[in-house]
């Protein structure tokens, strides 16, 4: 998993980069509501320099979901 978007994902959840992985989803962090994901969304594009599409910024679930889109 990118150590780059491990580091985005913990840093808007407020958790440790160890406690994220591929299977974390939505429902195993309480601070991941909507406000949570559009700003990994924008944080990740920013940071990595990559593009992830409307139409699958709405069906992102889970952090395997996130590298879907940055890989």
Not at 38 to 61: A, C, T, Y
Request: hydrophobic share 40%.
């Amino acid at each position: 998993m990118n150590e780059q978007l491990r580091s985005i994902i913990a840093g808007v959840l407020e958790v440790s980069p160890g406690d994220i992985g591929p299977g974390s989803t939505a429902g195993d962090f309480e601070k991941w509501d909507s406000l949570a994901q559009i700003l990994m969304i924008s944080e990740i594009q920013d940071k990595m320099g990559v593009e992830i599409p409307f139409d699958k910024m709405q069906s992102i679930r889970s952090v395997q979901d996130f590298i879907d889109c940055v890989e």
